[in-house]
C-alpha cells in the first residue's frame, strides 16, 4: 500500500464495514415489544443487542459515561430518574461523540440505583441511535411485531439492497457457475479482487480476517490463493471498483455495507 493510500484509509472516521452494522435494519429477532401510551404497543432493543452491536463495529473501543444525574421532582420524593450520558467511539482516525438523556420511572418496590441503571441504558440506546443504531424503530414506520420488514423484498425481480448474506453467496455462486464459468481472470484482476474486499473494513485492524472470514462464508475457502477465475469474476462485479477523485480504487459502497453483514452472519455461523 503506498502512502497516498494510507491517508486515504487513515482519514476515515467511521470505514463502510461499521457503517453497515451501524445503518443496519434492526432484525427481527431484535425486536421487542411493549404497552405504550394511548394503548400504542412500543418496539425497541435491549442494552444488551446496543452493546454487541457496538463491540461489533468497534471491537469494543467505545466508552459511554453519565454526566449529568437528575432525581424528579426532588431526592425527597423522587417519581422519576433522568441522566446525560455521552458515548463516545475511539479511533486513530478521530473521536465520534455522541450525548443523549436517559430516563426511568420509578416503580413500586425499586431502588435509585436499579433505575439509575434502567435510565443509562435508555440514554445509551438513544445515543447510539444519534449513530444510526436501530433508527429504524424510531420511524413512524418501523416495523411491528407481525412484520416481515426482515425479509429480503424483490423489486421488478431484483433482490433489494443491501442483500442479505445468504442471498449474496447464492447469487454470486450463480454468476461463478454461470457467465463466469470458461472465463480466466488475470492476475491483476485477482489482486484487485481481493484489494477491494480488505478495503471494505479500511482501517480496521482486523481487515485481513475479516477479508478471510468474508471468502470462508462466501465460497468455503479460507486462502486467496484458492479462488478460481471464476469466483474471481463474480466477486469484482459485486464490489465493482471505481477510481475515487485521487484515483485510487475503492469498492462500491453497498458492497462494503454487505460485506460487513457476511463478517456479522460468519461469526455467528463458528460460534
Known amino acids: 500500500m503506498n502512502?497516498?493510500?494510507?491517508?486515504?484509509?487513515?482519514?476515515?472516521?467511521?470505514?463502510?464495514?461499521?457503517?453497515?452494522?451501524?445503518?443496519?435494519?434492526?432484525?427481527?429477532?431484535?425486536?421487542?415489544?411493549?404497552?405504550?401510551?394511548?394503548?400504542?404497543?412500543?418496539?425497541?432493543?435491549?442494552?444488551?443487542?446496543?452493546?454487541?452491536?457496538?463491540?461489533?463495529?468497534?471491537?469494543?473501543?467505545?466508552?459511554?459515561?453519565?454526566?449529568?444525574?437528575?432525581?424528579?421532582?426532588?431526592?425527597?420524593?423522587?417519581?422519576?430518574?433522568?441522566?446525560?450520558?455521552?458515548?463516545?467511539?475511539?479511533?486513530?482516525?478521530?473521536?465520534?461523540?455522541?450525548?443523549?438523556?436517559?430516563?426511568?420511572?420509578?416503580?413500586?418496590?425499586?431502588?435509585?440505583?436499579?433505575?439509575?441503571?434502567?435510565?443509562?441504558?435508555?440514554?445509551?440506546?438513544?445515543?447510539?441511535?444519534?449513530?444510526?443504531?436501530?433508527?429504524?424503530?424510531?420511524?413512524?414506520?418501523?416495523?411491528?411485531?407481525?412484520?416481515?420488514?426482515?425479509?429480503?423484498?424483490e423489486e421488478n425481480g431484483v433482490l433489494s439492497r443491501p442483500l442479505k448474506p445468504e442471498a449474496l453467496r447464492s447469487s454470486l455462486e450463480m454468476k461463478a457457475r454461470g457467465i463466469h464459468a470458461d472465463k480466466q481472470a488475470t492476475q491483476d484482476q485477482v489482486n484487485l479482487s481481493i484489494r477491494m474486499l480488505e478495503y471494505c473494513f479500511a482501517g480496521d485492524s482486523n481487515s485481513q480476517a475479516k477479508r478471510v472470514g468474508v471468502l470462508d462464508y462466501l465460497f468455503g475457502i479460507g486462502e486467496s490463493k484458492d479462488l478460481s477465475s471464476p469466483r474471481v469474476l463474480s466477486l469484482l462485479d459485486w464490489l465493482k471498483p471505481t477510481r475515487d477523485s485521487g484515483g485510487l480504487f475503492v469498492p462500491d459502497a453497498m458492497a462494503a455495507r454487505e460485506a460487513a453483514l457476511v463478517v456479522i452472519e460468519h461469526k455467528e455461523n463458528v460460534r
Not at 29 to 43: D, F, H, L, M, Q
Not at 51 to 72: D, P, R, V
Not at 93 to 122: E, F, H, P, W
Open 3 to 153: 502512502d497516498k493510500q494510507e491517508i486515504v484509509l487513515h482519514s476515515l472516521v467511521i470505514n463502510e464495514a461499521q457503517r453497515a452494522i451501524l445503518e443496519q435494519k434492526t432484525p427481527k429477532e431484535a425486536i421487542k415489544t411493549r404497552p405504550g401510551p394511548k394503548n400504542k404497543i412500543v418496539s425497541y432493543v435491549e442494552h444488551a443487542w446496543v452493546t454487541e452491536q457496538l463491540n461489533l463495529a468497534f471491537e469494543w473501543n467505545w466508552s459511554w459515561e453519565i454526566t449529568e444525574t437528575h432525581l424528579i421532582p426532588s431526592a425527597e420524593n423522587t417519581t422519576e430518574v433522568c441522566v446525560l450520558g455521552r458515548l463516545t467511539v475511539q479511533s486513530p482516525r478521530g473521536n465520534l461523540v455522541k450525548m443523549q438523556y436517559g430516563s426511568a420511572k420509578i416503580r413500586s418496590g425499586d431502588t435509585i440505583g436499579a433505575r439509575l441503571k434502567a435510565a443509562s441504558s435508555d440514554g445509551l440506546k438513544k445515543a447510539s441511535s444519534l449513530l444510526g443504531l436501530a433508527l429504524d424503530l424510531y420511524s413512524s414506520s418501523a416495523p411491528g411485531p407481525s412484520s416481515n420488514g426482515d425479509d429480503q423484498r
